[in-house]
């Protein structure tokens, strides 16, 4: 089947940015998806690009779509603390949607 | 406010055992998802359902089954629960949308042990 991959752990200090990075292999994906999961609670969409954009701006987020080499990223510009949580990478392709293992991000004081 | 809710946030049971996760959606959403969270592993999707009545199985159906007969309730049930079906039991519904876009609303989860 297709595939969603991302690194599992990140850890930056406040006030840096974040960058976290996705690739996946579904050649018919549609719209991704960025999701963040907070300790205990479920998953709650972040932020998405349809797949003919190549960035989208949302304040602190910007997420980049390399179609060509199948590469999605979002990255946290000044991240806080509250930005601690697993982040989930999306990719809804034709039939159905596939997440990432997740990348847990730990941000430091 | 969109709401997901599930029936317990905790559960424990034992091994042969049948369990039953209820999920309810105020959102008068079609679609509706099962997914287990394991570390390392993501979300893998369990069953579907796109209409009332209305199932498919997802990547990991074996051991489980669902029941749809409302449009707000979507159950998933362990016919007979074992040790390795412990894990985050997330339920999810989404609107029918022309465009493709596919949002999903999650509920808190459940966290399944089984002894």
């Known amino acids: 089947g297709e595939d969603v991959e991302q690194s599992l752990f990140l850890s930056v200090r406040e006030g840096d940015s974040s960058v976290i990075n996705c690739t996946y292999t579904d050649s018919s994906s549609t719209y991704l998806y960025w999701y963040k999961q907070e300790p205990g609670a479920g998953l709650q969409l972040l932020t998405y690009?349809?797949?003919?954009?190549d960035m989208k701006q949302d304040q602190r987020l910007t997420v980049l779509l390399n179609k060509k080499d199948k590469h999605l990223s979002l990255r946290i510009a000044d991240t806080q603390t509250g930005d601690s949580a697993i982040y989930f990478c999306a990719d809804q392709g034709n039939n159905d949607m596939r997440f990432g293992a997740g990348t847990r991000l730990t941000v430091k004081p | 406010d969109v709401k997901v809710t599930q029936s317990s946030r905790y559960l424990v049971k034992r091994t042969g055992e049948k369990v039953f996760l209820e999920c309810v959606q105020d959102?008068?959403?079609?679609?509706m998802f099962w997914y287990r969270q394991d570390p390392g592993l993501g979300l893998r999707l369990i069953y579907f359902s796109y209409d009332v009545k209305m199932k498919e199985k997802g990547d990991i159906p074996e051991g489980y089954s669902v029941s749809r007969e409302k449009k707000e309730r979507f159950s998933l049930i362990l016919e007979s629960a074992s040790t390795n079906q412990t894990s985050m039991y997330l339920c999810?519904?989404?609107?029918?949308?022309?465009?493709?876009?596919?949002?999903?609303?999650f509920g808190p989860g459940t966290r399944l042990t089984v002894l």
């Open positions: 999810a519904s989404s609107p029918f949308d022309g465009r493709g876009y596919n949002e999903q609303f």
């Open positions: 690009i349809f797949s003919n954009m």
């Open positions: 959102m008068d959403h079609e679609n």
